[in-house]
């Protein structure tokens, strides 16, 4: 253990962040605990896939990694340092977003140039002729041309404009990408473009991706690692072979059912997830999942699965804790 | 053939105008403001060259030459206008106080302007207790009528130019506070500005590169709007005889000193009430075609 | 032989732009039968939003619309008066969008919204009405369906939001069903649920489903017909199986690899990818549109395109052999 962890370029122990949610005019205020008790280790050069459904807690986790917000407990780690106790200017050398929508990610008053150098503005890095130099090979990097400097967001197409954030994103040469839907609002032939500059990109600066996406295909085809996030919790992570064809978690293996592959005549799948995904200000008890699991018995339904430790790495489901007396891996 | 045969698609994708040049071309593009823009420009220049332009010293009193008529009534070419009941002459005393009007729209715009913003940006950005306080001195300010303030503090002050200046100043930032705060709700959601501080901007860099250019347009809108505000509330004021206070030539003031004789010499009234209108009126489209062209793009 | 519900000929939807015309749909044909699913697939841009608008007569005044022929089950689209397609939209064919969030008016109950048309089109009480909403809002699932009658829709989820479309869409049993990816905003569990809902609803009530979208996945599941359209043109039609087991035209092609294929796709290749971007259509466009970002593309590519018949499998490429250019690409 202390050994993944020495490897790990981010750690999370134990992160939780709860909001206190007012509502209505003069409701008192309710707990609402977005990220619960997320322990994650991404080793350096690894792609960690963060899947879930809208709602999970997978973006407020991203705010936390970036330093947008603080979790209310728990630590996060970039190399062994805790971010808590680095400045914000530190962390911005070390962890960089790439945004979902690249229409609002790009300031639309200022030209790419000042865009993509603002970070080494920010940071007193170089002079006018540094930035312009750094600017025009970062650009090369992510396959714009030099000329684009002088331009606006407005007069590039969504898949130029992701490219600029990407630039932005690396300029700084950061050793973590978070990835927040990066291609969800692309179209499908750019979207592509911009998974293989990903991948590129990756192989060549040595780079760490926490990868959050909703589309499984995608996730599957970057990350080398995947963890599902349900209700704030991570109720299974493991390795990207080892889940998307061992899936442990009765979740998993619906969200898995549910990705629509482009074969014809296999119609539509049935998910048995039942309809409502839970309101997280009143999470269900016992396993947040048990009203939509279809393998959810009375245990299920008063206490919390403990996570177990899988060949490949993690699940919390009480079908596969050996101490449980669910305990039966082969049924789900 | 069509542009379909264009070597280069990386060229052929960024061919699109700039935002400055797609603004250009709407403003010049866009009837009212052109209008509201020449107009304000001309007064402008009258004001700045008042000395120049000017036939007579507007403060200069000729008992000999009272209320003479302008030349459209028969009057003579000495005085175009004529002159008022103390035989100054009427259109040296218009273009004078062009001065005062648009003095005192610029100054206190810019005074309200200041405050407003910076208390309308703190509270979009900021949020919680800062926004509250913010809201509740916004609600504090709108329950206050201006006039009667404005009456109350100029009648224990005594009216000049100066407090008036400043009391119109003080007294209309609530539509820049409440404007402000609702745009910078707006763009601070924005990924770029999330972006900005994940590449570790300090806040004063993200608010003044990242929020003030976007919500710029919104701003000018409402300092045209204030600026006409302000220009009518010291027109008022001087009427009122508690504004500026004579002799200074004032519009506001010079429709006060002829509403007596309205009766019988309605040009009296009708000439600096023309011109106040003219320039409100300017002021408003300019305004009008600000907000019309700047909206596209907010759009996008 | 059955007539077919609708059939559209050589529909051509011109925009007058400053610089010109943009000739945004340039001459379509399709025909759909009762019962039978049409997925029209495309990137941005490619028109297939605006065909779905120019079928239902909701296009704006700017918009020029002209085709040879536009017949719903006898009606006449083209000349009918505003009064009678008023008459047939809601009742005969009902159209739900993409975004629930906004098509929904939040200022009525989802009772008031539900029964609306069917108030309006059919001689029928409230109280029958009202019964009517409630089967159908259980036909689409939703549990509690007469109390969610009294609710607005800010008080439903995104995926309930969408089910309460879809039942409004079926109050009058349409004969055709318009769908502008209604999916596409919703998290891919719900997703999955949604459109196997409409596809089973489909099948019960024999109703005739135009599904427009960008994913192929989902025109793969679902889809008896598909259309690619690319830049106002359909490139490539036929029963799904032909187009997705034998993809003619290049664009098809070109968009069947740039998405990862879980199972086929090796995990962290590098995806197919289009270059270039979609031509602007301001102006006199001629010759195939696509072939500045086609691979194959040659000087005869400028002139007319042929279309290539092969029973109901058609595309438009001077290649006649589009067929043998796919196996070659699947078995490299």
């Known amino acids: 253990m202390s050994n993944a962890s020495a490897s790990a370029v981010l750690e999370l122990r134990g992160v939780t962040k709860t909001y206190h949610v007012k509502q209505g005019l003069f409701g008192t205020a309710r707990p609402l605990t977005a990220v619960n008790d997320v322990s994650l280790s991404l080793p350096r050069g690894e792609v960690l896939g963060l899947v879930g459904e809208s709602g999970c807690g997978k973006s407020t986790l991203a705010k936390i990694l970036l330093g947008l917000e603080a979790p209310t407990a728990g630590q996060v780690l970039v190399d062994g340092e805790e971010i808590g106790a680095q400045d914000r200017m530190t962390l911005a050398r070390r962890i960089q977003p790439i945004f979902q929508d690249p229409y609002s990610s790009l300031n639309p008053r200022k030209s790419i140039f000042d865009i993509v150098s603002l970070p080494l503005r920010v940071h007193g890095i170089g002079d006018r002729a540094h930035w312009e130099k750094e600017v025009r090979s970062i650009l090369d990097i992510v396959g714009l041309p030099a000329r684009v400097m002088n331009t606006f967001p407005s007069q590039m197409s969504g898949g130029q404009r992701q490219r600029v954030a990407i630039a932005r994103a690396l300029i700084m040469k950061p050793e973590i990408v978070i990835c927040d839907e990066p291609t969800s609002a692309l179209d499908v032939s750019v979207q592509s473009q911009i998974l293989n500059l990903l991948g590129d990109l990756r192989s060549e600066f040595g780079l760490t991706y926490l990868f959050i996406s909703h589309d499984l295909a995608v996730v599957e085809h970057l990350a080398t690692r995947v963890a599902v996030m349900y209700l704030g919790r991570i109720v299974e992570e493991a390795g990207v072979a080892g889940l998307f064809d061992e899936a442990a978690h009765p979740y998993t293996q619906a969200l898995l059912k549910s990705v629509l592959t482009p074969e014809p005549g296999l119609g539509v799948p049935d998910t048995q997830l039942g309809m409502a995904y839970p309101n997280p200000i009143d999470p269900p008890s016992g396993c947040h999942f048990h009203p939509r699991c279809p393998m959810a018995t009375e245990l299920c339904k008063t206490t919390a699965p403990r996570p177990v430790e899988t060949p490949g790495g993690r699940v919390e489901c009480h079908l596969h804790d050996p101490q449980s007396p669910m305990h039966n891996p082969k049924a789900a | ?300 | 032989m059955e007539n077919p519900l609708l059939s559209v000929r050589n529909l051509t939807l011109d925009i007058p732009v400053g610089g010109g015309t943009l000739h945004a749909v340039r001459g379509i044909d399709f025909d759909l039968m009762r019962g039978e699913t049409l997925c029209i697939v495309g990137e941005s841009g490619s028109g297939k939003s605006l065909t779905s608008l120019a079928l239902m007569g909701l296009l704006g005044k700017t918009i020029r619309r002209s085709a040879d022929r536009m017949d719903f089950d006898g009606t006449d689209i083209l000349t009918a008066k505003p009064r009678a397609m008023r008459a047939l939209r809601g009742d005969r064919m009902a159209m739900i969008f993409q975004e629930p969030m906004t098509s929904l008016n939040p200022a009525y109950t989802i009772g008031d919204q539900l029964t609306e048309a069917l108030l309006l089109h059919k001689s029928v009480g409230r109280e029958a009405a009202r019964e009517r909403a409630i089967e159908l809002l259980e036909k689409v699932g939703i549990t509690a369906a007469r109390s969610r009658l009294g609710q607005y829709p800010h008080q439903l989820s995104g995926g309930l939001r969408q089910r309460v479309m879809i039942a409004m869409a079926l109050m009058c049993e349409p004969e055709l069903i318009i769908a502008d990816e209604p999916t596409t905003a919703l998290d891919v569990t719900i997703q999955a649920q949604i459109l196997r809902l409409l596809y089973d609803l489909g099948r019960e009530m024999n109703m005739a489903m135009i599904l427009i979208t960008h994913d192929l996945g989902v025109v793969a599941r679902v889809a008896d017909k598909v259309a690619v359209m690319y830049a106002g043109e359909l490139v490539e039609t036929g029963p799904a199986t032909d187009v997705f087991n034998t993809p003619s035209h290049p664009y098809t092609r070109g968009l069947l690899r740039c998405i990862p294929q879980p199972g086929k796709t090796e995990r962290g290749s590098t995806l197919g990818t289009i270059p270039g971007i979609v031509p602007s259509l301001i102006g006199d466009v001629q010759g195939c549109a696509f072939r500045t970002r086609c691979p194959f593309a040659q000087a005869e590519c400028k002139a007319d395109i042929p279309r290539r018949e092969e029973g109901t499998h058609m595309f438009r490429c001077i290649h006649p052999d589009g067929k043998r250019h796919a196996e070659e690409e699947v078995t490299a």
Do not use: C
Not at chain 2, 84 to 109: E, N, T
Not at chain 2, 144 to 154: E, F, I, K, Q, T
Not at chain 2, 184 to 193: A, I, K, M
């Open chain 2, 1 to 300: 053939m069509t542009q379909l045969d264009t070597q280069d698609p990386i060229l052929a994708e960024i061919t699109g105008p700039t935002p400055g040049q797609m603004l250009r071309k709407r403003v010049f593009g866009h009837q009212g403001l052109m209008i509201g823009l020449v107009v304000l420009v001309i007064l402008t220049l009258v004001a700045i060259f008042a000395p120049l332009l000017a036939p007579h010293d507007p403060y200069a009193q000729s008992l000999m030459t009272r209320m003479e008529p302008p030349v459209f009534l028969g009057g003579d070419w000495e005085h175009p206008l004529g002159t008022d009941h103390l035989g100054r002459d009427y259109l040296s005393r218009l273009i004078y106080g062009a001065r005062v009007s648009l003095m005192i729209g610029v100054i206190a715009a810019l005074i309200s302007g200041v405050i407003g913003t910076a208390m309308g940006v703190a509270a979009g950005y900021f949020g919680g207790r800062v926004d509250m306080v913010v809201t509740f001195l916004i609600n504090v300010r709108l329950a206050m009528p201006v006039v009667l303030v404005a009456l109350a503090v100029v009648a224990i002050l005594g009216g000049s130019l100066q407090v008036v200046i400043v009391v119109l100043g003080l007294l209309l930032w609530d539509r820049f506070a409440v404007v402000m705060r609702a745009s910078t709700l707006q763009v601070r959601g924005r990924e770029y500005v999330a972006a900005a501080r994940a590449i570790g901007a300090s806040t004063p860099r993200v608010i003044l590169s990242e929020i003030m250019p976007n919500i710029a347009n919104n701003l000018i809108v409402v300092v045209t709007l204030e600026m006409a505000h302000a220009i009518l509330l010291e027109a008022a004021l001087s009427f009122l005889g508690l504004g500026v206070q004579p002799p200074t030539p004032s519009w506001g003031l010079m429709v006060s000193e002829g509403k007596n004789m309205m009766l019988f010499e309605p040009w009296m009234v009708l000439i600096p009430g023309a011109v106040l209108f003219v320039l409100v009126l300017a002021i408003n489209l300019m305004g009008d075609g600000l907000r019309d062209v700047t909206a596209p793009e907010n759009r996008s």
